[in-house]
């Protein structure tokens, strides 16, 4: 017959861990660890907050503020107004330096003034 297992001893009568369990723990944590950072480095979380990619972004937003407010808040993010349905943000400037001085090969000084505008040449 099979031999019963040995008790894994995980802690001691007040609840505290035991010291060789605690020990064979932080090795088998150190045979895993990885302390490089290149670029095959797995890493478990990010190191920025930010991505330069806006669809990850956009997720990762939808995504913490689901989890923090434990809501699915997708369809209210897509019905919310943003700068760029209004034409994005703006860069106030003067008349003169939208606007050209003088005149130019297109728009000679010499030119006459047609009454009205035509649309095509039968109209004449």
Known sequence: ?????????????????DPTYARELLEK?????????GPDSKRA???????????AEELGEAF??????GEETEPDRHDEITSEEFGGPFVVTNAGEEYA???DES??????????????????
């Open 29 to 37: 944590a150190r045979e895993n660890r990885n302390d490089d950072d």
């Open 45 to 55: 979380f990010l190191s920025r907050n930010s991505s330069l990619d806006s669809l």
């Open 101 to 103: 001085d003088g005149t």
């Open 64 to 69: 913490v503020e689901a989890a923090t407010s």
């Open 1 to 17: 017959m099979n031999q019963p297992k040995k008790k894994l001893k995980r802690r001691d009568g007040s609840g505290h861990i």
């Open 107 to 124: 728009n000679i000084a010499e030119a006459t003034r047609e009454p009205f505008p035509k649309t095509s040449k039968a109209d004449a």
